[in-house]
């Protein structure tokens, strides 16, 4: 099956190659442009679910892998086609990084309250690596656990599921998010329609570590209110 890479940008078609790490990185795997195929939402000013779930509703008669990546990401692994193949054949959802366990109003898949305060949660949960700087070579690498994990909650940054699965169970993404916790939230509903996931090892280098903004805040509000066990 093709896979497809879903990607939302604020550049424009012409300028996403040039100016954003996933098109740079993209331009190299000319080699492989017979397994993949590209996605692209330019000039974007909508929430991810919704040009996420737009992406799977092309895909009805048109059986897809579908990846969903940030812009902001780095894919530096030659082999990455294998290896998303392999995931898929062992869980039916794949990321790179995530937590083999989940607790009440965990705010993040690596971090969760204690008390008001919130703090990493203990690393002997976690499970995949991911990572960060401008390019490459990385500047910080986190090795959070073993890949190859079944885990509860996924990071966002790199989501992969067949077309056929998402059709199947109806599982799409909640478009009452914009920017957060879409990932979390997707998780969740995974998790009650009884589907697997799990981390796999995929070489990216993300350029952002994330950040509490208020608009975070904002999001953490509702899903709470939606998902509040």
């Not at 497809?4 to 790490?21: M, Q």
């Not at 939402?41 to 895909?59: K, R």
């Not at 294998?82 to 937590?99: H, K, P, S, Y």
């Amino acid at each position: 099956m093709i896979i497809r890479i879903v990607c939302a940008t604020k550049s424009s078609e012409e300028a996403f190659f040039s100016d954003t790490a996933l098109g740079r990185s993209l331009r190299r795997f000319t080699a492989y442009k017979d397994q993949f195929e590209l996605r692209v939402f330019a000039n974007n000013s909508l929430g991810l679910p919704e040009v996420y779930n737009q992406a799977i509703a092309e895909t009805v008669n048109v059986p897809r892998i579908l990846v969903f990546m940030h812009d902001d990401i780095h894919l530096c692994d030659l082999f990455w086609p294998q290896r998303l193949a392999e995931g898929l054949a062992a869980f039916d959802i794949v990321g790179v990084v995530g937590n083999t366990r989940r607790l009440p109003r965990q705010p993040s898949w690596a971090l969760v309250f204690q008390g008001d305060a919130i703090v990493w949660d203990e690393r002997r949960h976690f499970s995949g690596s991911v990572a960060y700087g401008k390019g490459i070579p990385a500047e910080q690498i986190d090795v959070f656990g073993p890949s190859g994990q079944e885990v509860k909650l996924l990071d966002g940054l790199f989501l992969a599921a067949s077309s056929e699965t998402l059709h199947r169970s109806a599982l799409r993404f909640d478009q009452q998010f914009k920017f957060h916790f879409y990932d979390l939230d997707f998780c969740r509903q995974a998790e009650n329609l009884g589907l697997r996931m799990g981390t796999w090892p995929i070489s990216l280098v993300h350029e952002s570590s994330g950040s509490f903004s208020p608009a975070w805040l904002t999001e953490l509000t509702t899903y709470q209110n939606k998902w509040p066990e």
